[in-house]
Every structure is written in C-alpha cells, then in structure tokens.
C-alpha cells in the first residue's frame, strides 16, 4: 500500500499574514485602474474602502457623472403616473429639464437593495459642481443627462452637436422627419430631387419645422453652456468636458482651446434667460427628400443645418472653413455620419440668423 503523500509548505513562499498584498501595487497603477472606473458612484464607493483609495480618489483623472432622473419644480420625478409626457411649451420643459437635472442629479439615487432610502445621503441635493468639488486634478469630465432637451414627435429624428469656447464655434444639427429600419423598394428619390430643395418643402411647412429643429437646439446648447459655469471656474486642470444625454440627442463639447477661451474672455448671457446668448450666425442648409443609409435604415426629409458665427475677413473664414468640416464630418458616428457625408455633396443654402 502505497503512503499517504504529505503538502509541505514551501519556506519560499511563507510570507507575513499580516502583509496586505494590495499594498505593493504603487499608487500610479491604482490610478489607473481607477481612472477607467471614471464614474463617480463607484468613485464614492472606492472612496470609503481605505484610507490609501479615500487619498487617491480626488487624484483620479477621468470622471463620469451620470444623472439618472430629472427633478420637476415640486420635487416629484418626471417618472411619474406618465412616463413620457408632453411639454406644454418646448422653452419651458426645457429650463425644467436643464436648471433643476443640475441642481438636484442624485435626489432620487435609491439603493438597489430596495427601499426609499438613498444610497447616497450626502449627495442627495447637490449639484455636479459640488459633486466635484473634492476632485483636484479633473482633466477629462463626461456629464451625462437623462434624456435629450429638445422635445420631438414620434419617428422624427433630430441628434446636434455643438462646440464651445466663450460662447458658440460650431454646430451641427441633423434631423430626419421620419427613419425606416427597413426601406421598402418602391422607396424612389422623387423626381424634384436634383440636389435643390423642392418646391413643396416650402409649402407643406418643411422650412418652418427645420427653424424650430434649429433654434430649440441652439437653446438647449446654449443653456448647457451657461450652466457649466462653476465647474470650469473650480477645475481649472480640466482640459476636455462633454455634456451629452442618454438618448444621444445632443452633445456639447469642449477642449483645451475652449476651455482656455471660456476662462480668458468674458461670458455673454441672455438678457431673456440663463443661457450665453447666440451670437448672429451664418447657416448653410442642405435637404435630401430621402437618403438610404448602412444598415437597412433610410431616411425621409433629411436635413443638415451647419451654423457658424459670423466671421469677419475672408482669410478668417477661409481657415476656420476646413476646421469646420472636419468637425460636421466627425459630428456623429454609425449609419449617421453616413447620412452627414451624403448631405454634404448636397446643394448649400444661406442663410443668416440674427443673435438673440
């Protein structure tokens, strides 16, 4: 009968129990272990862990706040009895949405566990800036809303995006009156499509439809904007922020130049409401009845509205001109960008927009 084999410790390997492991990972890659994480609940969860991670947390680069719910005047969610109800106005559902989704992001944080108690007392009323406040060294911040700003009708597909510094550079809309998933194939471009916009497109409203598509777009960025004061004036490192929404509706965007402008010059703010007022703008437009895009999906009644602030000088304008199409083209990803760079061999029409 063969003797029972014997597990002998290797002295080797016989190391202080009271030894933590994790101590001898250097602080450099806990960072950025914790700069991936980037949200800032998990953050905060990190943050109560240990002393060490409660030290490098305010440390951590690249921060994501995700506001799950819109608070409403009365302090009741929007998520109520309707779970998608019509503004009664696009101007004031909107301020509604904006000023109190930033002022009160994780009111109604609830633990997952169950039960009405939030997970988060501590941040139940506060703001992002002050959400952010104990973050020191912030270079890349991405805020997400819960829900696009600008009210649309059932099938219409509006997504824009719009950069920054201290007040408008670019912006890009793109809209669609309805997307098919699957194009039928009597689907046929009409025979007024030669690259000019048909007659009836005036007639039948179309014109009036793309105006509001681009001024509630161009207030709802502005009105981003202006409320992303604070935090740019408390995290003077940031050198990237991005405000954008879950539905994907629009993005405002600001990099190291834009940031750097927005600090160095003076903010204009509209006299009618808390927003930066929209400087008098120059708008070339292109319109495609139909556009087949990848993916099996089409769209009907395609429109892409480029604006840019009035510029004075032709060499100006003729610098900023590729700037500009690199970033409409670069504007929106998937079957969308496909639909940008059809647009653009469309034939352009001015036109020109006052400030307001």
């Not at 806990?30 to 998990?42: F, G, H, P, T």
């Not at 408390?234 to 929404?245: F, I, K, N, R």
Request: aromatic share 6%; net charge positive.
């Amino acid at each position: 009968m063969q003797p029972r084999a014997r597990i002998h410790a290797d002295p080797s390997l016989d190391l202080d129990i009271d030894l933590d492991l994790f101590d001898r990972i250097p602080d450099s890659l806990v960072l950025l272990i914790l700069n991936k994480l980037a949200d800032v609940r998990s953050l905060g969860r990190c943050a109560a862990v240990s002393k060490r991670f409660n030290m490098l947390v305010p440390l951590v680069h690249d921060i994501h706040v995700k506001i799950d719910r819109v608070v409403t005047v009365d302090g009741d969610s929007d998520e109520g009895s309707n779970p998608s109800p019509k503004p009664r106005s696009l101007f004031s559902h909107f301020l509604k949405l904006m000023l109190f989704t930033l002022l009160k992001p994780f009111n109604h944080l609830r633990n997952t566990n169950g039960g009405n108690k939030p997970l988060f007392p501590q941040l139940s009323h506060h703001s992002p800036a002050q959400v952010l406040k104990n973050f020191t060294h912030v270079r890349n911040l991405k805020i997400e809303l819960p829900a696009g700003d600008v009210g649309t009708e059932d099938g219409v597909l509006l997504k824009w995006r719009a950069e920054f510094g201290s007040t408008l550079q670019n912006c890009v809309i793109l809209g669609g009156t309805r997307i098919d998933c699957k194009p039928t194939t009597d689907q046929e471009p009409s025979v007024e499509d030669n690259g000019s916009i048909p007659e009836s497109f005036y007639t039948n409203g179309g014109l009036k439809l793309r105006v509001v598509w681009t001024i509630s777009s161009l207030i709802a960025a502005s009105t981003r904007h202006y409320l992303l004061r604070p935090i740019i004036k408390d995290h003077p490192t940031l050198m990237s922020l991005v405000l954008t929404d879950a539905d994907g509706q629009g993005t405002l965007s600001m990099g190291v130049d834009q940031l750097k402008d927005f600090r160095e010059k003076p903010l204009s703010a509209s006299a009618s409401s808390n927003r930066t007022q929209v400087p008098a703008s120059n708008m070339k437009l292109r319109y495609a009845p139909y556009l087949e895009l990848p993916g099996g999906m089409g769209m009907q009644g395609a429109t892409l509205v480029v604006i840019k602030p009035s510029i004075e000088g032709s060499n100006a304008s003729n610098i900023s001109r590729k700037e500009t199409d690199a970033f409409v083209c670069g504007a929106f990803d998937g079957p969308f960008k496909a639909a940008v760079r059809a647009l653009m061999k469309r034939r352009t029409y001015l036109l020109e927009m006052n400030g307001f």
